[in-house]
């Protein structure tokens, strides 16, 4: 990676000025407040990062040179060239961690998200399956200390879930849970099993970045919203209103249907809250596709069909095939904690393969 140049480092440190002074102006419009403080939240990490870089920078310079002086006390030249050998380790370092800042970041990356778990091949198993990876996201936010609300669920008859839906909310959410998208598969040999033979079953995984009313605007005229008596497992009856929402996007097809909930009027707001997800994340994969042709991350498209990673009970390992990451630690993957060694790597990994291609013009 080639250094950044010194033109760039001072026009980030001159925008950084000219957002406090705009702040600091007379007769300031309340929501205009509002937006430079949030630019200059953004711009005062990074030009915090140029403003280190610029110094090292100098320092090596003065110091290489009063090494270089002939007319200097040979005590004084070696203490500068051994000072310059410090900052020329340090310098690489804060040129990395100020690229890292000015890379193109997703708009989406600090967003709350949408998680959906849903059985895959495998029937029964399947189902348990995708109750472990659900209950390893909810142990995995609690560590973070982000909020886990389930927002729909549908059990299998054997426990697990044929598919659930739950919300996410915290800082950064998104950027650390992007990359689990796609299909998990798991080995392991099942309770049923009485022969011992391991049978592989997957799930599938998909997070989406949390919209809000103001991203995506929802004609009520495209929506066919039917309600009906809600049911539970085997035809059971849940209640004995008609309190189960079921709303149709007619443009799009999409359709989410919600009964968790006794009223009617919160299974509305719930599907609603989905459907704006779905349909936020539709429009994203739509402008991605159209600026991106060219470029595909190592980490893999989050495509929902694409195998990303492999459970192997019998052997307590777990294998990212994206970053041909194996860890022998299931358990702790599983128990939730674990999980921050796989979203790190694969988080590592991105940010490696975009600095590769960093314009640093």
């Known amino acids: 990676m080639t250094g950044i140049s010194l033109d760039r480092i001072v026009s980030i440190e001159t925008k950084k000025h000219d957002i406090a002074e705009a702040m600091a102006a007379p007769y300031l419009a309340p929501e205009e407040f509002v937006r430079l403080s949030k630019e ?6 990074v030009a915090a990062a140029a403003r280190e870089v610029r110094r090292l920078r100098a320092e090596l310079e003065v110091l290489t040179g009063l090494a270089a002086d002939a ?9 500068a060239a051994i000072e310059a050998e ?6 690489p370092m804060a040129e990395r961690a100020l690229a890292l800042k000015l890379l193109p970041r997703d708009s989406a990356d600090e967003r709350a998200a949408m998680l ?8 029964d198993e399947a189902a348990l399956f995708a109750g472990d990876l659900l ?3 909810q142990r995995f936010a609690e560590e973070c200390g982000w909020k886990f609300e389930l927002i729909s669920a549908s059990p299998s008859d054997v426990g697990g879930y044929k598919e659930a839906v739950a919300s996410i909310n915290g800082t950064g959410v998104f950027a650390r849970l992007k990359f689990e998208s796609g299909v998990h598969r798991v080995q392991r040999v099942p309770a049923t099993e009485s022969g011992g ?6 799930a599938t995984v998909a997070v989406l970045p949390e919209a809000e009313e103001v991203d995506v605007h929802i004609n009520d005229g495209d929506l066919r919203i039917d309600v009906y008596r809600s049911s539970g497992p085997g035809g059971q009856s849940v209640n004995t209103t008609d309190s189960a929402v079921r709303i149709t996007h007619l443009p799009s097809g999409l359709v989410v249907i919600q009964q968790d909930e006794k009223s009617q009027h919160k299974n509305k707001a719930k599907a609603l809250k989905v459907l704006r997800t779905r349909l936020f994340e539709l429009e994203r994969s739509r402008l991605a596709n159209e600026r991106a042709g060219a470029r595909k991350s190592m980490v893999g498209s989050g495509d929902r069909s694409e195998r990303i990673r492999t459970y192997n009970f019998p052997q307590g390992r777990v294998t990212d ?3 041909n990451l194996t860890l022998h630690k299931l358990d702790a993957i599983l128990e939730g904690p674990g999980l921050a060694e796989l979203t790190d790597a694969l988080i590592a990994e991105d940010e490696a393969e975009r600095l590769s291609g960093l314009d640093d013009a």
């Not at 033979?197 to 997957?202: F, G, K, P």
């Open 40 to 45: 200059y939240a953004q711009v005062e990490p």
């Open 71 to 79: 007319s200097a006390e040979a005590e004084l030249k070696e203490m």
């Open 86 to 91: 410090d900052i020329r380790h340090k310098l």
């Open 116 to 123: 959906e778990v849903r059985a895959g091949t495998g029937g």
């Open 135 to 137: 209950r390893m996201y």
């Open 197 to 202: 033979r391991i049978h592989t079953s997957a």
């Open 321 to 323: 095939h994206r970053i």
